[in-house]
């Protein structure tokens, strides 16, 4: 065998390696993609889900947060109608100094003391609140 055949077999033989390594390559390299393709849409999904997920839940929160700030809202409103009634009907009766007058029993005897129409008024709220409130219907 001539120099030069040996010198074209090893070339050829090396470009046959070569084509080979290249093709192992190219379907090493598609494995690798696909398997990140596949990693790339499962992660995808996951972070979609989890988003969808706080999604829900700060929505759940906007609307009980509503909900709560109405009916605070609405509390307020009655608190202010009852009070209202309150002031009126005490600015109707025109009570007088003597219809604020109460008797205390001490260990010592009894003592006439006098409230003050603010003082009476905050008494009788908790009591005049739901008489109001149901008359009312509110």
Known sequence: MSLEKIIEKILDDARSEAQVIVEESKVKAEEI?????????????????????????EASRIVTQARLERQISSLVCKKELIAEVID????????????????????DGEKEEYFSEDNLKEELRPHLEGIIAEVLQI
């Open 33 to 57: 993609k696909a398997v990140s393709r596949q990693e790339a849409q499962e992660q995808a999904e996951r972070l979609t889900d989890e988003y969808k997920k706080q999604g829900k839940l």
């Open 88 to 107: 009126t009907a005490f600015k109707q009766e025109k009570i007088s100094k003597e219809m604020l007058k109460r008797k205390v029993v001490l260990k």
